[in-house]
């Protein structure tokens, strides 16, 4: 049983940062792909980020580009996302996602990832 969970989140100004955290109590997630996808109410959940099972390869959404960058520890058994210059139409709650197979690169699809955190808030002001 794979346990992720998120931390890192809360209330922002705009342009300002925080930096997420997905820590797994279970399996180590080594050989994993690792995405991070957001959702704001009435809105489907959405890509952020993935990172490669190897840490070799990151890929973003168009519009975070720049300003978001992943990153893993796996001697840690976690998972980053470091969010500078937020915007308040990021405000979401903001989940961390294992993939189905192992030893992939990743992908933006959802529904290519079988475990999920609870999620952690970010709420961005104006």
């Known amino acids: 049983q794979v346990q992720l969970v998120e931390s890192g989140g809360g209330l922002v100004q705009a342009g300002n940062s925080l930096r997420l955290s997905c820590a797994s109590s279970g399996r180590p997630f080594r050989f994993y792909a690792m995405g991070w996808f957001r959702q704001a109410p009435g809105k489907e959940r959405e890509f952020v980020a993935r990172i490669a099972w190897s840490g070799g390869s990151t890929a973003y959404a168009d519009s975070v580009k720049g300003r978001f960058t992943i990153s893993r520890d796996d001697a840690k058994n976690t998972v980053f996302l470091q969010m500078n210059s937020l915007k308040p139409e990021e405000t979401a709650v903001y989940y961390c996602?294992?993939?189905?197979?192992?030893?992939?690169?990743?992908?933006?699809?959802?529904?290519?990832?079988?475990?999920w955190g609870q999620g952690t808030q970010v709420t961005v002001s104006s």
């Open positions: 996602a294992r993939s189905r197979n192992s030893y992939v690169s990743g992908t933006a699809v959802a529904a290519d990832y079988g475990s």
